[in-house]
């Protein structure tokens, strides 16, 4: 596609119950991201796709939170048995290349997350 | 434990006025510096910077970095009311793109 596709938009979820966030990022990117953003804070790091590999997760708050990429293009982000300060939206990004070239990074219109 | 720390973390202004907007940055492995323009969406690219002096420019905007103080400043000139938006700055360390809070720039009529 032309651009990053999260979906959903915006997803509601009462405490306890699962979620599971979409990003299609721009295709033939190598590199997917994902980020965290609280309100009037930056995004914080989450985890980092190069191709299928996970190569960095250090950025999960807790064993609840799992990304995946299996085919190197889709990712998912999900969270078990959410709790209210999971609330937050939720953004993806994709590069062209991997981070040890000078890239930029391309962000989808995030997913906000309100846990209730 | 790496930084990117912006200043100032809010602003007002007028049309017409120029801004600068501060970033600087402690990261142990950088590679270059990003910055970002965020509305009420995605954050939108404005411009890599990898190397000390060179000035980026686009329109009214533009940016510079100085690798040896570490920081970078974007100017914005002839402020628009469309320029009203959070300004995020970020480093490459290699294997994320670090962030800093941001600055969140209101420009009045």
């Known amino acids: 596609g032309a651009g990053v596709s999260q979906s959903p938009r915006y997803k509601v979820a009462k405490r306890g119950q699962d979620v599971a966030l979409r990003c299609d990022p721009i295709?033939?990117?190598?590199?997917l991201f994902w980020y965290q953003q609280a309100l009037g804070q930056g995004p914080e790091f989450l985890t980092y796709?190069?191709?299928?590999?996970?190569?960095?997760k250090s950025g999960l708050p807790s064993d609840r939170f799992f990304a995946e990429r299996p085919e190197g293009s889709v990712s998912t982000l999900k969270i078990q048995r959410t709790q209210q300060e999971d609330s937050a939206v939720y953004l993806c990004?994709?590069?062209?290349?991997?981070?040890?070239?000078?890239?930029?990074?391309?962000f989808g219109q995030g997913t906000r997350l309100t846990v209730v | 434990e790496d930084k990117v720390v912006q200043s100032p973390l809010s602003l007002v202004v007028h049309e017409g006025d120029t801004v600068t907007l501060n970033c600087s940055y402690e990261?142990?492995?950088?590679?270059?510096l990003l910055w970002y323009k965020q509305e009420k969406k995605a954050p939108t690219f404005l411009f890599m910077l990898?190397?000390?002096?060179i000035e980026k420019k686009s329109g009214r905007l533009s940016s510079i970095l100085d690798k040896k103080e570490l920081f970078s400043i974007l100017n914005i000139t002839a402020t628009q009311t469309g320029d009203s938006a959070v300004y995020l700055c970020?480093?490459?360390?290699?294997?994320?793109?670090?962030f800093g809070t941001g600055t969140s720039l209101t420009v009045i009529p």
């Open positions: 990261v142990t492995n950088f590679r270059s």
């Open positions: 295709s033939g990117h190598v590199s």
């Open positions: 796709f190069q191709n299928e590999a996970q190569l960095d």
């Open positions: 990898t190397s000390s002096g």
């Open positions: 990004a994709s590069s062209l290349e991997t981070l040890l070239v000078n890239t930029e990074a391309f």
């Open positions: 970020a480093t490459n360390t290699g294997n994320q793109f670090y």
